[in-house]
Nanobody
Framework: QVQLVESGGGLVQAGGSLRLSCAAS????????MGWFRQAPGKEREFVAS????????YYADSLKGRFTISRDNAKNTVYLQMNSLKPEDTAVYYC???????????????WGQGTQVTVSS
């Protein structure tokens, strides 16, 4: 069982950047796909990005390509989400989770972290 703790959220102005981190405990991290999701107030949780265990393959929600970058450091048991050119509509709680393959379906992810709040002001 992997336990995940997200950090790095906060308040940022539109156009700014943030880097989220997700620290994992557990021996299976380096062999697991990892993903980021987000949930805005009053909306369902949605897929943001995922990365395969090797880090060589990454996947993004179409609307976020070019602004967000997912990466991982298996030596540090950490996955990152670099977010640039942030917009007010990026405001949400961001969660990381352990995934299955290249799936972007929430049902294929587990071991969810507690989330970190990102607020983008206009």
């Amino acid at each position: 069982q992997v336990q995940l703790v997200e950090s790095g959220g906060g308040l940022v102005q539109a156009g700014g950047s943030l880097r989220l981190s997700c620290a994992a405990s557990g021996r299976t991290f380096s062999s697991s796909a990892m993903g980021w999701f987000r949930q805005a107030p009053g909306k369902e949780r949605e897929f943001v990005a995922s990365i395969m265990w090797s880090g060589r393959s990454t996947y993004y929600a179409d609307s976020l390509k070019g602004r967000f970058t997912i990466s991982r450091d298996n030596a540090k048991n950490t996955v990152y989400l670099q977010m640039n050119s942030l917009k007010p509509e990026d405001t949400a709680v961001y969660y990381c989770a352990v995934g299955i393959g290249s799936s972007n379906r929430e049902a294929d992810f587990g071991s969810w972290g507690q989330g970190t709040q990102v607020t983008v002001s206009s």
